[in-house]
């Protein structure tokens, strides 16, 4: 049977229409069909299954009809999927669960970059995978990362042999790029993180999470969600429920309870203000004692010392260009922050590191500040610009409180050993020979170690001094990734510390990672949120640049309604066809209500209109074309076309396929016991009395359909009271054909779907008009279809 060649009707038993009073349910639980074998999918071929159970219930108010009702299949029954391609592969490659989209498609999968799958390489290895074919259905695409290189690196003096290891449990292994973008510790073990997974740092924020000792753990989902960046993190030393997160557009979030719930800062940090910002982003945050100090650009700093409770503006102002600086008439304006450090022993004595100046100084806890330009930040007359210095990091020495090191934007470290006034650059021998990329920098000194200091230059190497910073050498040994904007240390004085990097994986071979996890931006945004179903995992194995292999996934096209007189039960008529790619019919809306609506100029009706496939779960059919005093017989089938995956519905000419509707049931080649079912309908005939509902059935209309012997032709006008006449008019008003008085029987008016010359009406929609002596004119529509 060609797709297509299904031909649709209708099948009654004699007798009376009547409005159907009665509820019955029969249900039936059918023998399991075996499901899809690997061979057999990777062939194109899914092995159809039927629902476990079919049930009847006639309607008892509202429209009248049936309502067959089924749930829906198990996508790992119901669909398959099957690998092709990885006979040269280097590693095992494993799918599971069940295929959860509407349409066949194949997965291209390739690789970038090589090494162990799940290993400490030094590079990626990048996954990305794309649906192939057209693009009627929707991009489905996705990435991943088989290296483990990055996340969070601990240096572990532990035990007595200091090593490198990794601090990533709970971290979803389905990043492609697992990027720190934001790192804090508290006391003991407790972290605070933020991360995204994209290419830029900047791109694809997927929250914040904290880190208990043991694992990783989410927080605050619908605040931090997808899409909201965050830029910084401070925990108070006192406290590790007490947190800020400070984000890229919408100001600050303070917790007290350990992330349960946060207040927002933004305009209220300053409510008389009426210069308000366009975002409020947060570029340093720091929280190093007593006082929580927030600084956003356009909008100012803020210091807080009551946890967070209320906060007040510190004024901070620098000269708007030294080229062009006037003293006796100096253009001040707000500097941008981006990064504080706080003298361990006078908490009054706050560094902040600005872009161009340097850095700033207050000793009285942001009541005044002055620069520390010193012999760093100096106007030459003869070089325009000479004088910027933007500094990105700050550190205040631990031993010697006059130490301060700069790590300063394409320039490298610079300290000053008097507390601002000389600087010299440091550790220039190991420094990259292009200056030009040193645009991220990460301090720490170590405590419990006078004197010695750390530098994580980002995309060059960790710099290590034992001497305050005079001399640097290349920390020994250097961590696997050499990317990393953060370096945070407990407060136990064991000079340990944790690397939060970016750029690298997390992946362990043998994990599991479901596929809809992995969905990048050039999935197509209706599809964002399908769950795809399937599970992907890879062995431990060499993987290398330029391998590859598809994945074939195949589900059922819809759904069929089969109805057949109970006399003869396999003597079944598709009564309704359900195209889940595809679903065509002349109406919209629902038939089992009134909100149906005729599509203009539609010549091919399935009756698609009559499924409710609303609730995921459940699925419904109404069919309004059932009679008192009968009984039927009805099974629900999936149909599919074999794989489309390749193919669109106007080029489709594959056989249409069905799974069984009852035991060896010859229109199916699938075994199975189908749900076939049977149901009587025996509701009392409705008297014709004045305050029934006058309407007309079968409506619409179908070639082959409708009241026994009359099918495609006859249509029942009912609850009519004596003496009733029946005019039917052309929407542009033509009088077609005048039913009078003579032609009642009883409650009922028959018209036989011709005009008054006894020709057969074209297809379309006609009014009609019910005129009754005892009560006001009736109007109404019905529709033919031929």
Excluded at 417 to 431: A, M, N, P, Y
Excluded at 585 to 610: H, I, M, T, W
């Amino acid at each position: 049977m060609n797709a297509g060649s299904v031909r649709f009707m209708r099948v009654v038993s004699h007798g009376v229409a009547a409005v159907l009073m009665v509820v019955a349910a029969v249900q039936v639980t059918p023998t399991r069909a075996q499901t899809t074998p690997d061979e057999a999918c990777a062939a194109d071929s899914l092995y159809l299954i039927s629902p476990d159970m079919l049930d009847l219930r006639l309607a008892t108010d509202g429209k009248p009809g049936l309502t067959v009702s089924w749930p829906n299949l198990d996508q790992s029954e119901a669909t398959c999927f099957s690998l092709s391609e990885t006979d040269g592969l280097g590693f095992g490659v494993t799918v599971g669960g069940g295929f959860g989209d509407r349409v066949d498609r194949v997965l291209g999968f390739d690789l970038t970059g090589g090494g162990s799958v799940g290993g400490q390489n030094p590079d990626n290895i990048s996954v990305k995978w794309q649906t192939e074919g057209g693009t009627a259905n929707g991009v489905l695409a996705g990435e991943f990362n088989l290296s483990n290189n990055g996340g969070f690196w601990s240096y572990d003096q532990s035990g007595g042999a200091a090593a490198w290891r990794q601090v990533n449990n709970g971290l979803p292994m389905t990043w492609p790029r697992t990027n720190v973008v934001a790192l804090a510790h508290g006391a003991g073990d407790y972290m605070v993180a933020a991360f995204t997974k994209g290419q830029a740092l900047d791109s694809e924020s997927v929250g914040v999470y904290d880190y208990n000792g043991t694992n990783w753990n989410r927080l605050a989902a619908d605040i931090f969600a997808v899409g909201q960046t965050v830029t910084a993190i401070a925990v108070s030393p006192g406290d590790n429920n007490n947190f800020a997160v400070g984000t890229a557009e919408d100001g600050l979030y303070v917790t007290t309870d350990g992330g349960l719930t946060f207040t927002q800062w933004a305009i209220n940090l300053d409510p008389t203000a009426s210069d308000l910002p366009t975002k409020f982003s947060v570029t340093a945050l720091n929280w190093d004692s007593n006082r929580l100090l927030v600084f956003m650009p356009g909008w100012g700093l803020f210091i807080s010392t009551d946890g967070g409770v209320s906060f007040g503006r510190s004024v901070i102002e620098v000269p708007s260009n030294l080229d062009t600086f006037d003293p006796l008439n100096p253009e001040l304006v707000l500097p941008t922050i981006r990064d504080f450090a706080v003298d361990a022993g006078n908490p009054d004595r706050i560094l902040a590191a600005l872009d161009f100046h340097g850095a700033y100084e207050t000793t009285d806890g942001g009541l005044s500040w002055h620069d520390l330009y010193g012999d760093l930040v100096v106007p030459d007359p003869e070089v325009t610009g000479s004088w910027v210095h933007s500094a990105l990091a700050v550190l205040v020495d631990a031993n010697d409180a006059q130490v301060i090191l700069l790590g300063v934007s394409q320039k490298g470290l610079y300290r000053s050993g008097d507390g601002g006034t000389t600087w010299s650059l440091v550790g220039d021998s190991v420094q990259p020979e292009n200056r030009a990329q040193l645009v991220g920098f990460a301090f720490s000194s170590r405590p419990g170690l006078p004197g010695e200091m750390l530098v994580m230059e980002d995309k060059w190497k960790l710099l290590h001094s034992t001497d305050s910073g005079l001399t640097w050498s290349y920390f020994t040994p250097q961590p696997l990734l050499n990317k990393a904007l953060f370096i945070v240390t407990p407060r136990d004085n064991s000079g340990d510390f944790v690397l939060g990097t970016n750029g690298g994986g997390i992946y362990e071979a043998g994990t599991v990672l479901d596929l809809t996890d992995t969905y990048s931006t050039a999935t197509s945004p209706e599809l964002r949120d399908l769950d795809l179903g399937m599970t992907i995992a890879f062995d431990g194995g060499t993987a290398v640049t330029g391998d590859g292999f598809k994945l074939v996934a195949q589900t059922f096209q819809g759904w069929a309604v089969w109805r057949g007189a109970s006399h003869d039960p396999d003597q079944m008529t598709m009564v309704g066809l359900f195209d889940r790619v595809n679903p065509e019919d002349c109406f919209e809306g629902y038939c089992g209500d009134n909100s149906l609506e005729v599509v203009p100029n539609c010549f091919q009706a399935k009756r698609a209109a009559c499924f409710d496939v609303s609730d995921p779960d459940t699925l419904r059919f109404f069919d309004e074309e059932v009679y008192n005093g009968f009984s039927y017989v009805y099974a629900v089938t999936s149909f599919d076309y074999g794989n489309t995956a390749l193919t669109t519905p106007q080029n489709n000419t594959n056989e249409m396929l069905f799974s069984p509707r009852w035991t060896g049931d010859e229109l199916s080649r699938f075994q199975g016991n189908g749900t076939r079912v049977r149901i009587d309908v025996n509701a009392p005939a409705a008297a014709a009395v004045h305050d029934q509902e006058i309407y007309a059935y079968p409506n619409p209309i179908r070639l082959d359909a409708g009241l026994p012997r009359g099918e495609g032709s006859l249509v029942v006008f009912t609850n009519l009271p004596g003496g009733s006449r029946v005019r039917i008019f052309t929407t542009a008003g033509d009088d077609v054909i005048n039913l009078g008085p003579d032609n009642q029987t009883g409650a009922q008016i028959y018209w036989r779907t011709v005009n008054r010359d006894g020709e057969t009406v074209a297809a379309g929609v006609y009014l009609y008009k019910v005129e009754m002596p005892q009560r006001e004119d009736y109007w109404g529509r019905i529709v033919v279809i031929r």
